[in-house]
């Protein structure tokens, strides 16, 4: 069975994890069609990885942090703890086989300036935020990337430019500002490189959905089992620095 949509036995609906109906089909999974159209939306988006063979396994990290002089925005967030330390962050993804940072426009000047050499700047087009502006509208945001293994042209075309607009996703559980939607996650697996075998950390887990995609992407979970299945990294995710790579400064 497709281990992206197997059933989930403990009555709880694989989407948002609230109990299923006693009235409910014996085989239902959601507790809800709301639920049910919602879980299939999200893992077609995300898709599958094709498998690939005889390939050694990748330590892959994904970060998307509260932007430079964003921090406020979150804090109402259980786990919020002031402005992050991008170079101490960075410094934390330099030691992965590959891995993705999400920033915003007006900081990427700031947040390269403390790269290492070799890494790359994707764009990912969402689409004009709807308000009044007396400066252009941003309608992008830059990912900085590290690929974790060649992309094989067997496989298709991988751009580095995604166009895919954005709206809330009032059905996704946890959901936090900045939730990126199915294909963004699917789209920077894609630049990693990604295969089934390898593992994902998620950095700033925040709504989880990183989680869901990696687990759709990989077949290793099912979707909406209530865990994020990507790793993630202990401590608090907004702290200033991550405390299990640099004990002694963390916050």
Known sequence: MDASHAADTSGRCAWCRGPIPAAARRDSVCCSKRCRQARHRFGRATGRALAAAAVVPLRLAYADPPYPGNAHLYRAHPDYAGEVDHAALIAR??????????????????????????????????????????????????????????????????????????????????????????AFCRWIFDLLGAAPGDSLDDLFPGSGAVGRAWAAYTGNASLGDGHDTSRRARGDPSAEVLSDAFPAEAS
């Open 93 to 182: 993804l330099a030691t992965y086989d590959g891995w993705a940072l999400s920033t915003s426009a007006t900081a990427l000047a700031a947040v390269l300036a403390m790269c290492p050499p070799g890494i790359r700047v994707a764009a990912w087009h969402r689409g004009e935020r709807g308000a009044p502006s007396w400066q252009p509208v941003s309608a992008w945001e830059p990912v900085i990337y590290v690929p974790g293994r060649p992309v094989d042209p067997a496989d298709g075309l991988r751009p580095d430019s995604l166009v895919h607009g954005v709206s809330a996703m009032t059905t996704l559980p946890g959901r936090v500002t900045g939730t990126k939607p199915p």
